[in-house]
Every structure is written in C-alpha cells, then in structure tokens.
T-cell receptor, first 113, second 110 residues
C-alpha cells in the first residue's frame, strides 16, 4: 500500500518551459488536491477534484491546469513556467465528505530559473 | 475572504515544557478543523475536529474546538525534541476545499 505517490521528486525548469506533475493514490479515495508551499508559509490550494470527473479552482489556480485522469490519478500541468512558480508541490487525497483527513504525497521541489 | 490564522508563528521551549498552539478561522460553510505535523517533508495527520467542546487526545497531544469563538488549540505536554516541527491548522469547507494557516514552528531544546 503505497498511499500517495508523486513524480518527479525534483525538477528544474527554465522560464517558459512546460511540465506535468503526476500524482496517484491507491486508497480508493474520492477527492484529490494539489497544493503549493512556499518558504515560511502554509499550504495553498491550487486545484482540487472532489470526485472523479470533476475539478475546481482553489486559491491560486493561475498558471496551472489539472486533469483527473481516473479515480487514482490527478495531474498538475504548468504550461509556461515562471519563476514565481518555484515552490514545493504536494498532492493529497481524502475519502471526501465522509472524512476530511488528507494523506499527502512526498512532494515535488520545483525550481524555475 | 476565508482565512486561517495561527499563532505564535514560532516557539522555542525546553524539553518537559507544555505548549499551546492557537488557530483562529473565518471560513464560511465550515465543516471541519484539522491539525497536521510537518517535519521537513509531507504533513502528517494529527486530529480532526468537527464539534465544539469535545477534546481529542493522542498521547501527549490534545486538541479542542470552539465553533462559537472560531478557534482551536493544540496542546502538547511534556514536550520532547521529537516534537520539533511545523504544526499546521487547516479548515475544511463544505465544498471540499481546505484552507491552511501559515503554521507554528516549534523548536524543543534538550
């Protein structure tokens, strides 16, 4: 039981490049989330998917897109990376309304030069 | 605007001390309040609170929620160096969104 997995663990991009962060969970959870965490700050919600087939914007969605590929997988895409997107990105999942406990992946450290 | 505010931002104590961490919130459609511990990696779950006045306990950690005054506290008694971490408070919204505070950084010295 791997829980929540994320790839890659580290990534360096140049301004304007694109990339996709992958996330998968094996807990049969309905809801999945993407957060970013900047130094000295808490987590800010980028996008979330309350259930398979739905996605919604969080607090800081600009510059990002998401895809809920199936119940297990939720990807985050940066179409044209900017230095302001340098951050640590966490994916999380939860059962949904039945339980708000979120389980987090190990994170992706992204640097945009 | 929905927000979660934690205090203090940082705290330095010695082993054996008792600490109280605070979390206040202004979130419409409140559904739950959660506490997480983060030690240089992913946050790990501590407590979920949904009802006022009911204390949740796990070993030396305990937490309680006041939905009238819109705050929660996390207590840690007999602190140990292994308690050193950032403690995050999050509020769950009825539409499956979550708002996190900026965290309290706890440093427990031997």
């Amino acid at each position: 039981n791997a829980g929540v997995t994320q790839t890659p663990k580290f990534q360096v991009l140049k301004t304007g490049q694109s990339m996709t962060l992958q996330c998968a969970q094996d807990m049969n959870h309905n809801s999945m989330y993407w957060y970013r965490q900047d130094p000295g700050m808490g987590l800010r919600l980028i996008y979330y998917s309350a259930s398979e087939g739905t996605t919604d914007k969080g607090e800081v969605p600009n510059g990002y897109n998401v895809s809920r590929l199936n119940k297990r997988e939720f990807s985050l895409r940066l179409e044209s990376a900017a230095p302001s997107q340098t951050s640590v990105y966490f994916c999380a999942s939860s059962e949904g309304p039945a339980s708000d406990t979120q389980y987090f992946g190990p994170g992706t450290r992204l640097t945009v030069l | 605007e929905d927000k979660v505010v934690q205090s203090p931002l940082s705290l330095v104590v010695h082993e054996g001390d008792t600490v109280t961490l605070n979390c206040s919130y202004e979130v419409t459609n409140f559904r739950s309040l959660l506490w997480y511990k983060q030690e240089k990696k992913a946050p790990t779950f501590l407590f979920m609170l949904t009802s006022s006045g009911i204390e949740k306990k796990s070993g030396r950690l305990s937490s309680i929620l006041d939905k009238k005054e819109l705050f929660s506290i996390l207590n840690i008694t007999a602190t140990q160096t292994g308690d050193s971490a950032v403690y995050l408070c999050a509020v769950g919204h009825n539409f499956n969104k979550f708002y996190f505070g900026s965290g309290t950084k706890l440093n427990v010295k031997p």
